[in-house]
């Protein structure tokens, strides 16, 4: 071999080895083994992109939303890599924002990441969601490792809760101390837009609902059983209270009604629609209602145990959520100047830039704000115009064949 050929050679073998050294390394969700081969990563019109991109992208905003399937581990990867990328865009900057919880254990976690108490104290004190450990954690100790602001941005299940039963009136029944769990008051309604995909989506879980209870339950020739829908419809037999829609807790996990609507995951059991918030299939009953009127406040007043049709909405209780992390994030950006924020949280809340960012915007104008969306699908190869343009500034399509990383959440 000549010298020119050799040299040609060792180049080659230089460039080889390069590339070995530059593909990622795979990521550990639980005992989830998430590599590159595992998902696609497009921009927002369908051009192919890379982590390499949304790490370089990282360094011109002020806060990164990430939009999670709670139960896909592609999405836990990708949050993983963009919180170890903010950190390196951002240094002591960076804070960590979380959906996962709520404002109330605001002071545990703190205690938490200054080594007060132990990781067994913390986690029981914060109520972690079911799948902490392998889901969140992570993100959490990358946090605590690095001295990095964790915000417990969510609000509290019981208003929530309390928004779909008796309306946002009720919330101004609280104490001054419950009150500073949530978003000032009162916080905004949902948008156009978001009202429109909110119905879409629960057009769809409905119908999806109808067709498993029909199944459960046929008719003679195939017709409908009108009386078992009915028993459903107000809650004979159901596992869910007051018009609630996640077993166990007092609302619908939204996100969760997100992963029915792709198919996956799906927390919401035969019947769980139930009367009180869909009264004979309307979606929003008394949504965006801002004041309440004097026979309104006297209900609130006396916080019936049932109102007669549900006292509010569940987007309004959506809204609750949106508008509480908004704020959260909003209150650190300006109690902190210079800090950015990587919120971790479900897709719907922040997907075509809707939702929770919508809210940051009217606290915060002029906030800069980039949207990681992760979908989870058959075949990531495949970027679907119809289904994926514009999520998000960056769509990860993951792969729906990877194990969930739970099969039902407990809370």
Request: net charge negative; aromatic share 8%; charged share 25%.
């Amino acid at each position: 071999m000549n010298m020119k050929r050799l040299a040609g050679f060792l180049l080659f073998s230089i460039m080889l080895t390069g590339t070995a050294l530059s593909q990622e390394s795979p990521v550990m969700v639980g005992d989830i083994s998430v590599s590159g081969d595992d998902y696609r990563i497009y921009r927002s019109d369908g051009t192919p992109s890379s982590l390499a991109e949304i790490r370089a992208a990282l360094g011109d905003y002020d806060v990164v939303f990430v939009g999670e399937l709670h139960n896909d581990p592609v999405s836990h990867a990708i949050e993983q890599e963009v919180l170890r990328g903010w950190y390196a865009a951002h240094g002591s900057a960076a804070a960590l924002s979380m959906e996962m919880f709520a404002r109330d254990v605001q002071y545990i976690v703190d205690e938490y990441l200054g080594g007060f108490i132990t990781e067994a104290h913390f986690q029981q004190a914060s109520s972690p969601w079911s799948n902490y450990e392998t889901d969140y954690k992570p993100l959490v100790e990358f946090a605590r490792e690095n001295d990095l602001a964790v915000i417990a941005a969510n609000a509290p299940r019981r208003y929530a809760n309390m928004v779909t039963r008796f309306g946002r009136p009720a919330l101004g029944m609280l104490s001054d101390q419950a009150k500073s769990f949530v978003a000032p008051l009162p916080y905004g309604s949902a948008s156009a837009r978001y009202t429109e995909q909110w119905n879409a989506v629960m057009a769809e879980a409905m119908a999806s609902m109808t067709a498993e209870m029909e199944e459960a339950n046929p008719a003679p020739e195939g017709e409908m059983d009108h009386a078992a829908m009915h028993e459903a419809h107000h809650g004979e037999g159901s596992e869910m209270e007051h018009g609630e829609m996640e077993h166990g807790e007092g609302e619908m996990d939204h996100a969760a009604m997100q992963e029915a609507h792709h198919g996956e995951g799906s927390e919401m059991e035969h019947g769980d629609m139930e009367h009180g918030d869909m009264e004979h299939g309307e979606m929003e009953h008394g949504a965006g209602k801002e004041m309440p009127d004097d026979a309104d406040h006297q209900r609130a007043t006396t916080a019936p145990a049932q109102p007669e049709h549900g006292g509010g909405s569940m987007l309004d209780a959506q809204s609750l959520w949106d508008a509480t992390m908004a704020w959260s994030i909003a209150e650190h950006l300006t109690k902190r100047p210079g800090s950015k924020v990587a919120h971790m949280v479900g897709g719907f809340h922040s997907e075509t830039g809707t939702g929770t960012p919508e809210h940051l915007l009217r606290y915060r104008p002029g906030t800069s704000i980039l949207i990681v969306s992760v979908q989870s699908v058959e075949d990531p190869t495949t970027f679907d115009s119809e289904e994926h343009t514009g999520l998000g500034d960056f769509v990860v399509l993951g792969s729906a064949s990877l194990p969930r990383t739970y099969e039902t959440r407990e809370r």
